[in-house]
């Protein structure tokens, strides 16, 4: 096994993809000459040419509904947005054109494209630079939404997305293009719709996905000093989300807390506590904890958005809270 950082995770993904399918392009602000506004494209403009690794205008839905054309005539485009708030410019297109086009159509136009960059806060930029939309997207019909934590997930889980015939949103973070992990030499993908146990463990079962996901781990290596075991399931992918492997972990410790960096109404937190007290009611010992951003915009005050975003020590008090302790 290799180390790399996760943008030549990135790289290689989409390098690989488009060596083996010629129909395969990338297109995006900065994604050509620059080599990528995060290095995620470094040396692809040498190798593809200008005619698969395009420089656009800013113009989000310009060539997100170019992107959806193409798509519709045989290519296989991945667009990639500076940030997914840029995606707002073109949601008309992924909501009302890329997620509906092969069901209006009687199946006879398959969308196989994907719309990636990063999501979330990445720090003091800002109330317009810091929204995570991971449940917009995700409360869209023919739309999939992918959101890996890690090096290794990020680089089989793109591929895997390239490869799909229906449109994939797929989140990073600009926070995680510098972090490092081991990746195979060799092929590999990772299915979509699969969760991952991360960390096993006995008393409570911690469901998070992204970044954030570290948070979740400090929380766990912290309370197993005080006797209580975490299990972190990393989703993954939050549509299609994988509920059986969320279900037989709570069954499992009878507990459950959901972390997610966003905000709480209408989260992927509320949509996997609806799931588990349908399915799993008799096998909670205690109600479940959700953890979000505070309800307001983020602010710009490193004081303030550190109060405002998700850390460790609202999963231990979460945690203790379902525990009783």
């Known amino acids: ?55 656009t205008p800013i113009a989000e ?21 500076m940030t997914f708030n840029f995606s707002l410019v073109g949601i008309d297109q992924i909501i009302n054109n890329a997620a509906k086009m092969r069901q209006m159509s009687g199946g006879q136009f ?29 409360n869209t019909p023919g739309l999939k939404v992918v959101v890996p934590s890690n090096v290794y997930d990020a680089k089989g889980l793109l591929k895997s997305a390239i490869r799909d015939n229906d449109p994939v949103i797929f989140m990073e973070s600009e926070q995680m293009y510098g972090d490092k992990g081991e990746v195979p030499e060799g092929e590999y993908t990772l299915p979509l719709g699969v969760a991952d146990v991360k960390r096993e463990g006995k008393d409570v079962t911690i469901v998070s996905f992204g970044k954030i996901l570290k948070e979740a781990f400090k929380a766990a290596e912290a309370l197993e000093k005080e006797g209580i075991s975490c299990e972190i399931v990393d989703l993954r992918t939050i549509r299609p989300m994988d509920h059986e492997t969320i279900l037989n972990s709570v069954k499992k410790t009878n507990r459950l807390v959901v972390l997610e960096e966003a905000w709480p109404f ?18 909670l010992d205690a109600p479940i904890q959700r953890i979000t951003t505070a309800d307001t915009p983020a ?20 945690v203790k809270k379902v525990m009783y302790k």
Not at 61 to 81: T, W
Not at 122 to 129: D, E, I, N, V
Not at 304 to 318: C, G, H, Q, S
């Open 1 to 55: 096994m290799r180390t790399i950082q996760f943008r030549e995770a990135i790289c290689e993904a989409m390098s690989e993809e488009m060596r083996r399918d010629e129909a395969i392009y990338l297109m995006g602000e900065e994604v050509a000459e620059y080599n990528g506004a995060y290095k995620a494209s470094k040396g692809m403009l040498d190798e593809f040419g200008s005619k698969r690794v395009i420089d």
């Open 61 to 81: 839905l310009g060539f997100a509904g170019i992107a959806v054309g193409s798509a519709m005539n045989g290519n296989r485009p991945i667009v990639e947005f």
């Open 110 to 138: 398959p969308m196989p494209m994907v719309f990636r960059g990063p999501t979330a806060s990445a720090g003091q930029l800002g109330a317009t630079h810091s929204q995570a939309f991971e449940n917009w997207f995700a």
């Open 266 to 283: 209408g989260s992927v937190a509320s949509e996997i506590t609806y799931i588990v007290q349908e399915r799993a009611f008799d096998y």
């Open 299 to 318: 602010p710009y005050s490193p004081a303030l958005l550190k109060e405002w975003i998700p850390n460790a020590d609202d999963v231990v008090k979460a």
